[in-house]
């Protein structure tokens, strides 16, 4: 069975769901521990489709270790600025909710609404960097990308026939 590391973006949203009900129903040290646990769950789906992409493309080699998440976002920086920045500030979030207790980091702010706009920020880029299907873009295609997609096969065909 293959793993989609896209999940955990899933996983994220739906423990930041969890955190929120108990903080309603006041229990904030349970509450933390979901919103500390999303923001982990967030970076990772963002760090390992990220590498998995450079990966894809010949552009980097992981080596497995602690040095791939520098590393990830070195070419990451080149390759997407917005994931690059992404990266950058939910890797300070997660090291923050992993290893501080208390949390110092003044930038890190574990209310529900902050925790939100990072994991929205996650997602937005795992959607952007995750491929998607071929039938799954047909079925959510714009009147204006329909245009150019004819347009382009139209082109296409022209080329080629000149070709011939």
């Known amino acids: 069975m293959s793993f989609s590391w896209d999940t955990y973006i899933v996983i994220a949203d739906e423990l930041k769901q969890i955190g929120d009900n ?3 129903n006041h229990n ?3 509450a933390e521990a ?3 646990s ?3 769950r967030s970076y990772y789906a963002l760090f390992r489709l990220s590498r998995d992409y450079l990966e894809k493309r010949s ?3 992981p080596s497995h270790s602690g040095a791939d998440h520098r590393k990830v976002k070195k070419y990451m920086k080149i390759e997407d600025y917005q994931i690059f920045t992404t990266l950058v500030d939910l ?3 997660r090291t923050a909710c992993d290893y501080d207790n208390p949390i110092t980091d003044p930038t890190v702010n574990l209310n529900p609404d902050d925790v ?4 929205a920020r996650a997602t937005n880029d795992v959607n952007r960097i995750t491929p998607v299907s071929y039938t799954h873009l ?10 150019c997609r004819l347009l382009l096969e139209k082109k296409k065909r022209k080329t080629k026939k000149k070709e011939v």
Request: charged share 20%.
């Open 138 to 147: 047909r079925a959510n295609e714009t009147p204006e990308h329909l245009v």
């Open 59 to 61: 552009i980097y080699l």
């Open 28 to 30: 904030s040290d349970h």
């Open 38 to 40: 999303s923001i982990s």
């Open 91 to 93: 890797s300070r979030w």
């Open 116 to 119: 939100l706009f990072q994991i």
């Open 22 to 24: 108990l903080l309603a």
């Open 34 to 36: 979901a919103f500390r």
